[in-house]
């Protein structure tokens, strides 16, 4: 279950990198913020500009480390869950941001954490893997 939450929050910098390189290209008329894109882009924090390609791999490291039960899952998951906080709020000053996306994450985030606290195996290593030797 955790897995697919890292995957659904995976899905949101995903989007969000896709925007930035639309923009880049100079396809702005692509994009998913309709005819304010250019302002959306211009009044974003470079923090949050830069958010999405470091939540990414972290986020997909998450989800590696989950298959592998190690203990490093929930130290990267908070470090994805705290870079998500810090560029959120900076992007709440943006008034041409209007995407709800940043309270979707936060209550998958949420919930990712519940699981990570409720079911401490999805963080330690698997008994019978070790009592195998591998």
């Known amino acids: 279950m955790m897995i697919?939450?890292?995957?659904?929050?995976t899905i949101?910098?995903?989007f969000f990198i896709s925007q930035l390189?639309?923009?880049?290209?100079?396809?702005?008329?692509?994009?998913?913020?309709?005819?304010?894109?250019?302002?959306?882009l211009q009044n974003t924090p470079a923090v949050s500009l830069v958010a999405p390609f470091l939540?990414?791999?972290?986020?997909?490291?998450?989800?590696?480390?989950l298959l592998r039960h190690s203990r490093w899952a929930a130290f990267s998951f908070a470090v994805a869950t705290l870079i998500h906080l810090v560029s959120w709020m900076s992007i709440l000053s943006n008034a041409y941001f209007t995407l709800p996306?940043?309270?979707l994450t936060l209550a998958f985030e949420a919930v990712g954490i519940y699981l990570l606290a409720r079911y401490p195996e999805l963080r330690s290593p698997r008994?019978?893997?070790?009592?195998?030797?591998?």
């Open 101 to 103: 996306t940043g309270y």
């Open 4 to 9: 697919v939450v890292c995957g659904l929050l």
């Open 12 to 14: 949101t910098p995903l």
């Open 21 to 40: 390189a639309i923009h880049a290209l100079g396809l702005g008329h692509l994009n998913a913020f309709g005819a304010d894109g250019a302002n959306v």
């Open 127 to 134: 008994r019978d893997s070790e009592a195998a030797g591998t």
């Open 55 to 65: 939540r990414a791999p972290l986020l997909i490291l998450t989800s590696l480390l």
